[in-house]
C-alpha cells in the first residue's frame, strides 16, 4: 500500500480520457513542505497565513514575514505559491491582539474586514510577500470577500506598497497574480462581477457550506445541517465553475470538500479541475481521478445536480460511495 502511494507521487492527476487535473496542497507551516513534497502536491494552493502569526508573542514585520515566505517558496521552485493574506477572527485568535468581543464571531470583524481596517498590520504583510516573491512564483489570495469594492481597495493599497518598495530602492514585481476566495453566497451571487477583478479564485467550502446554510461549522450539534451536498451548495459550486469558464478564470477548490476522492470526481464532473487539499490526502484522490474518465465524472454530476431533495442526493452518493469503496 506505502509503495503503491509512492508510486503515484510521481505520476500525473489525470483522467483515463486525458484530462489534467491539478492536485495542490493546503499548508500553514515551514513543517508541512516536506510533507506536501512526499506525497506529490503541485505546489501549494492555500497557504493560511494566519499559523505563522498565532505561534508568536507580537505581529511579525515585513522582514520577518519575507524571510518566512521566502522559505515556503523554495520549498516548491518552479510551482505556484499561492499565498492568503491574514485569515484571523471568527474561531481564530491571536494571543497578542485584544480581539473585541462579539456576538457572532463567524459574522463579525474577520479575515479581510481586519485586514481592511487595520492596514498598518496589511500592509506590513503585503510587503512581506512582495519583499519574498522573487524566491519563487507567488500569487495572492483574499479571503472573504463580499463585493467588488473590497478588491479595488486591497489594489489601491497594493499599490501603495509597491509604491513605497520602490521608493525605498527595491524593485518588486508590481503584478503578482491576484486571486480571492469565493466563501460567501454573496461572492457566489455576484461572481460575474467579481472574478473580472481578479486572475483566480478559489472556493472556500468550508467557509461557504457554513454561511450558505446557516451551520456553525465547528458546532456538533448542527452537524446535519452543515452539508456538503446540499443542493444550495452543489448549484454554488457549479455556478463558480460555469462563470469562471466564461469569463476566463481559473477556478479551484481549497476546502475540506475537496480532500474525499468522491467528492473530487462529482467536482471534476462540474467543471473543477483544481484542487488544493491537505498533503496525506492528494495520492488517494490522485488514485480515483486516474482510474475515471472525465465523461464518468460528468454523469455522475448531472445525475447529482438532477435530483431535487438532499434526501435524494445523499441517497446516491451513498450508493456510488458504496461501490466506490
Ligand atoms: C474555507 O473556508 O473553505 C477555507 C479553505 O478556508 P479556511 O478553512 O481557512 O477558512
Ligand atoms: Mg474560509
Not at 524571510?67 to 477572527?89: A, C, H, M, S, W
Not at 452539508?227 to 454554488?236: I, K, N, Q, R, T
Amino acid at each position: 500500500k506505502m509503495k503503491e502511494l509512492e508510486h503515484l507521487r510521481d505520476l500525473p492527476a489525470v483522467t483515463t480520457d486525458g484530462t489534467r487535473i491539478s492536485l495542490r496542497a493546503n499548508i500553514g507551516l515551514v513543517s508541512d513542505i516536506k510533507i506536501a513534497t512526499a506525497n506529490g502536491a503541485e505546489g501549494v494552493g492555500l497557504y493560511r497565513t494566519e499559523f505563522p502569526y498565532m505561534a508568536r508573542t507580537s505581529f511579525p514585520n515585513r522582514h520577518e514575514q519575507a524571510q518566512l515566505y521566502q522559505k515556503i517558496l523554495e520549498g516548491f521552485p518552479d510551482q505556484p505559491v499561492n499565498i492568503r493574506t491574514l485569515d484571523i477572527g471568527g474561531d481564530k485568535g491571536l494571543p497578542y491582539f485584544e480581539h473585541p468581543h462579539e456576538d457572532n464571531p463567524f459574522l463579525g470583524w474577520r479575515s479581510i474586514r481586519f485586514s481592511l481596517d487595520e492596514q498598518h498590520i496589511f500592509r506590513e504583510q503585503l510587503a512581506g510577500i512582495l519583499l519574498a516573491a522573487p524566491a519563487g512564483c507567488a500569487t495572492i489570495m483574499f479571503p472573504l470577500i463580499s463585493c467588488p469594492d473590497e478588491i479595488r481597495r486591497i489594489k489601491s493599497i497594493m499599490h501603495a506598497v509597491v509604491a513605497e518598495l520602490q521608493a525605498d530602492g527595491l524593485t518588486v514585481c508590481g503584478d503578482l497574480p491576484l486571486g480571492i476566495m469565493v466563501e460567501l453566497p454573496a461572492a457566489v451571487q455576484i461572481i460575474d462581477l467579481l472574478a473580472p477583478e481578479v486572475d483566480y479564485l478559489s472556493i472556500g467550502t468550508n467557509d461557504l457550506i457554513q454561511y450558505t446554510l446557516a451551520a456553525d461549522r465547528n458546532n456538533p450539534k448542527v452537524k446535519e445541517y452543515y452539508d456538503p451536498y446540499h443542493p444550495a451548495v452543489l448549484h454554488s459550486i457549479k455556478r463558480v465553475a460555469d462563470e469562471g469558464r466564461r469569463l476566463g478564470r481559473r477556478v479551484s477548490i481549497c476546502g475540506e470538500m475537496a480532500a474525499d476522492p468522491l467528492n473530487t470526481l462529482l467536482l471534476i464532473g462540474m467543471g473543477i479541475r483544481e484542487f488544493s487539499l491537505s498533503a496525506p490526502g492528494i495520492p488517494l484522490v490522485k488514485k480515483a481521478i486516474r482510474q475515471h474518465s472525465l465523461r464518468q465524472c460528468q454523469a455522475f454530476a448531472r445525475k447529482v445536480l438532477s435530483y431535487n431533495s438532499v434526501g435524494a442526493i445523499k441517497a446516491y452518493i451513498q450508493k456510488k460511495r458504496e461501490l466506490f469503496e
